[in-house]
């Protein structure tokens, strides 16, 4: 809530490095305060379903490659253009890898093509983006690891309410109203991949 503050949150390293470019161009260029928020869990990240699928590394961008301001990632579920909109997912850092391992399980499940959506950029957020994916979709689920109080995810609901989609059945799944503790006591307070399945499973009753 600090006006003129930029913010991202990368969820994979490739985004981490052409993210990090971006801040420092703004900081340095136009002296904009830039926040660089790291998910510390995904540090050494390098599988995404299975041990060993080295499915969450990625060839490190060339020089002179960096992000666009505001610009998000699509991880459509494969099933071709317009044919994952059964249920869309908003999330970013942490939720990403989350909610592409509960993509898979929620599509055995019930069916539905999945769409997850990386915000990557949290302040400002990208709210013409936002209600373009929400535009489509059938059910929403917006994933934030943030606290439910004044998170991420009460901006990305208002903008996709003050898009024109409030009647998009919806759930979020957040982290409790409390600080993080450390090790694996922070999975008590943190939503993890069965949160996720759990929610689309309201979704569909």
Same mark, same amino acid.
């Given at each position: 809530?600090i006006?003129?503050?930029?913010?991202?949150?990368?969820?994979?390293?490739d985004?981490?490095?052409?993210m990090?470019?971006?801040?420092?161009?703004? !900081?340095? @260029?136009? +002296?904009?305060?830039? /926040?660089?928020?790291?998910p510390?869990?995904?540090y050494?990240?390098? *599988? %995404?379903?299975?041990?060993?699928?080295g499915?969450?590394l990625?060839?490190?961008?060339?020089?002179?490659q !960096?992000? @666009?301001? +505001?610009?998000?990632? /699509?991880?459509?579920?494969?099933?071709?253009?317009g044919?994952?909109d *059964? %249920?869309v997912?908003f999330?970013?850092?942490?939720?990403?890898?989350?909610?592409l391992?509960?993509?898979?399980?929620?599509?055995?499940?019930h069916?539905?093509?999945?769409?997850?959506?990386?915000?990557?950029w949290?302040?400002?957020?990208?709210?013409?983006?936002?209600v373009?994916q929400?535009?489509?979709?059938?059910?929403i689920l917006?994933?934030?690891?943030?606290?439910?109080?004044a998170?991420?995810?009460?901006?990305?609901?208002?903008?996709?309410?003050?898009?024109?989609?409030?009647?998009?059945?919806f759930r979020?799944?957040?982290?409790a109203?409390?600080?993080?503790?450390?090790?694996g006591?922070?999975f008590?307070?943190?939503?993890g991949?069965?949160?996720?399945?759990a929610?689309?499973?309201?979704?569909?009753?």
């Amino acid at each position: 809530d600090i006006p003129g503050i930029v913010v991202g949150c990368p969820s994979r390293g490739d985004d981490a490095a052409t993210m990090l470019r971006t801040l420092a161009a703004l !900081a340095k @260029v136009d +002296g904009r305060v830039a /926040v660089f928020l790291e998910p510390i869990a995904l540090y050494m990240a390098k *599988d %995404l379903h299975e041990a060993g699928d080295g499915q969450w590394l990625f060839p490190y961008p060339e020089q002179g490659q !960096a992000m @666009v301001l +505001g610009e998000g990632r /699509v991880y459509p579920s494969g099933a071709g253009a317009g044919q994952d909109d *059964d %249920l869309v997912v908003f999330t970013y850092g942490n939720g990403v890898p989350m909610s592409l391992r509960a993509a898979r399980r929620i599509e055995q499940a019930h069916g539905w093509k999945v769409r997850v959506v990386d915000l990557r950029w949290l302040v400002p957020l990208n709210e013409a983006f936002i209600v373009e994916q929400a535009s489509t979709a059938k059910r929403i689920l917006v994933v934030d690891e943030g606290r439910r109080s004044a998170g991420v995810g009460e901006g990305v609901i208002t903008a996709i309410a003050e898009g024109g989609y409030r009647s998009r059945p919806f759930r979020r799944v957040v982290g409790a109203d409390t600080y993080t503790p450390l090790a694996g006591a922070a999975f008590l307070v943190i939503p993890g991949d069965d949160d996720i399945v759990a929610a689309a499973a309201e979704l569909a009753g």
